[in-house]
């Protein structure tokens, strides 16, 4: 069976729709089938495996109100062994359809549930909230990676969230366990990244990836070409960096490579 993994934080721009696609982009590389899920109406995930938004007809939206089946949503990416359920602008409405809705929590659990038998891994990339749509993908999830960004304020409502795991997990789903931490954007010529690095190493200790997300101009480069960092540059620190941490993650969930 499967795992479900969610990569969230109600942070913007610490590095979740990056570390979604080019995580799911390496465990494919490794010949692990994946299932990207994208949670977040910005639709980042679905345009930087390549497809195209606004010729999306039929995704998470969709899938949530349960007016389509996965079978009818899933695409197929340029990525091997990656496939992906795409986003729209219209997730945005999800949350206000969703709310007076019974068992409104356990949406995107019930709809991914046959699903798992299909995939060594489901990712979910999370919006950058902790409204409705991140509480069923946490609901939906085993686990939860939170991308944390080597710079100023890094730590800054990791709290938050921390007590919202909680919260699931004491609610709505007692099995929600933390991946990891991951350290995103370091850059070992600054002073505060190796500071960042050390408080959160010191802190959360085993909660950390030893994989630290280096920050690399291709990585950065490669949403724009529509291509994960494997296929726009796989000799690059990025991609080294992202299929370290695959083999990190299929290592802990003691699978083959």
Do not use: W
């Amino acid at each position: 069976m499967g795992k479900v993994i969610a990569v969230a934080n109600q942070k913007g721009g610490v590095g979740k729709t990056t570390t979604s696609v080019n995580l799911a982009a390496s465990l494919g590389v490794l010949e692990k089938k994946v299932l990207l899920i994208d949670a977040d109406p910005q639709a980042n995930a679905t345009s930087g495996l390549g497809i195209d938004v606004e010729s999306v007809e039929g995704g998470t939206y969709q899938l949530l109100e349960h007016s389509a089946t996965p079978e009818e949503i899933i695409v197929k990416t340029e990525s091997p062994n990656v496939e992906l359920i795409p986003a729209h602008i219209d997730l945005v409405a999800i949350e206000i359809e969703l709310v007076d809705k019974d068992q409104r929590e356990y949406m995107l659990a019930k709809a991914i549930e046959k699903l798992r038998n299909s995939y060594d891994y489901i990712l979910i990339d999370c919006a950058p909230s902790l409204g409705l749509l991140t509480l069923n993908a946490l609901t939906a999830s085993d686990s939860v990676i939170i991308p944390i960004q080597c710079e100023y304020f890094a730590l800054e409502g990791l709290g938050k969230l921390l007590n919202t795991i909680k919260s699931v997990q004491k609610i709505h789903n007692p099995n929600l366990d933390i991946e990891g931490l991951l350290l995103t954007m370091y850059d070992s010529r600054l002073r505060l990244s190796n500071q960042v690095v050390e408080e959160v190493q010191k802190h959360f200790s085993e909660m950390v990836f030893e994989t630290i997300i280096q920050r690399n101009v291709r990585l950065s480069e490669a949403p724009s070409y529509g291509e994960t960092i494997i296929n726009y540059d796989a000799t690059s620190k990025g991609a080294t960096n992202y299929l370290s941490l695959a083999h990190e993650i299929i290592k802990k969930n003691k699978q083959t490579v």
